[in-house]
């Protein structure tokens, strides 16, 4: 590829995704797509800023050729919190978004598509302890319904048409830069900051909730290992499983507490609870090891001393 959009670049993965490409592809060839979120500062100052929405073909249509894009990252999502206060919404920026990217990158025969998906594709009737790649797909949330439905219209696109297109399915992704929005592993993030911050958090999951997780660097990692990987080897397409580490919120507890001893949690349960209770506990990722070499570098206790530290630094500085 050489030159890249990346739709949904203000948001927590996409914003780290386009600094990352940039550093791989070079500032100008990786096109940081913005909807109404303003930029951040080092997306605008590292290459080009464009307010691309997938819903609006026109606007996807006049940036891919103002930048003679032969490659789109789609990070643009509604997630499974908002997802279940809006289904429609989500249904229509995650199933009629995608399509339209889809059929541009069709239309100009783009070298490569990467459409992520994420553990939002299993329920409570998979299997939840090391979930196997191939297994039951029957996710109770609109956005899971949409990820499987986006993985099946991706590997459709694959077979129908010879257009690359690839997947991960992401665990909850965890990070310092950008904070997610509307899912239900959010709280993985906020512990951090309210642990800074006020040294007290109250969880919207129970102690006992455990999810596969992921770091921001490894989740980077995942992603670009996954686009360059030789499509002769991908036994899959847009569905690879990816874990990393897996662990209750009581689990985090004791790994921040190791930094701030006094530390305090109360649980409130909201109606995350049961989206949570649906997802797998891990993931068998064997497939991703074998085809591309997929290995993690980041376990709780190293990803906790990683985050309380930037986050303390950015607290320092009253930047949060
Ligand atoms: C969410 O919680 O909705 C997302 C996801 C696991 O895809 N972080």
């Not at 609006?56 to 789609?74: E, F, H, P, Q, R």
């Not at 299997?127 to 996710?139: A, F, G, M, R, Y």
């Not at 965890?174 to 951090?192: K, Q, R």
């Not at 040294?199 to 989740?219: A, E, G, H, S, W």
Request: with cysteine.
């Amino acid at each position: 590829m050489k030159n890249i959009l990346v739709v949904g670049s203000a948001g927590q993965i996409g914003s780290e995704l386009t600094l990352a490409l940039r550093d791989i592809y070079g500032g100008g060839h990786v096109v940081a797509g913005v909807r109404k979120t303003r930029p951040s500062e080092k997306l605008v100052e590292t290459g080009p800023c464009e307010v691309v929405d997938a819903l609006d073909t026109d606007a996807l249509v006049s940036v891919v050729d103002k930048y003679k894009i032969d490659g789109i990252i789609n990070m643009a999502a509604i997630l499974s919190g908002t997802g279940e206060k809006n289904p429609m919404l989500a249904w229509d920026v995650n199933m009629n978004g995608l399509i339209n990217i889809l059929e541009l990158a069709r239309e100009r025969r783009m070298k490569q598509v990467l459409v992520p998906s994420s553990i939002a594709v299993f329920g409570p009737t998979t299997p939840v302890d090391n979930t196997p790649q191939e297994t039951i797909l029957k996710p109770t949330t609109i956005y899971g319904v949409t990820k499987v439905a986006g993985e099946l219209l991706g590997d459709y696109y694959v077979k129908k048409y010879g257009l690359d297109v690839r997947g991960l399915r992401y665990p909850g992704i965890i990070s310092h830069e950008t904070l997610p929005g509307g899912g239900t592993t959010d709280y993985a993030v906020a512990i951090y900051y309210d642990a800074i911050r006020q040294k007290r958090f109250t969880c919207f999951v129970d102690d006992y909730t455990r999810l596969p997780m992921m770091y921001m660097p490894d989740c980077l990692k995942a992603t670009i290992d996954l686009m360059g990987a030789d499509f002769d080897k991908l036994s899959h397409h847009c569905d690879y499983n990816v874990g990393a580490m897996d662990f209750t919120v009581a689990d985090m507890v004791v790994s921040i507490k190791k930094h701030i001893p006094d530390f305090e949690i109360t649980y409130e349960p909201d109606y995350r609870q049961e989206i949570a209770d649906s997802w797998p506990n891990s993931v068998d990722d064997s497939a991703a090891r074998q085809d591309w070499g997929w290995k993690p570098d980041y376990d709780l206790d190293a990803m906790t001393a990683d985050m309380l530290k930037a986050i303390g630094e950015k607290h320092e500085k009253s930047l949060i």
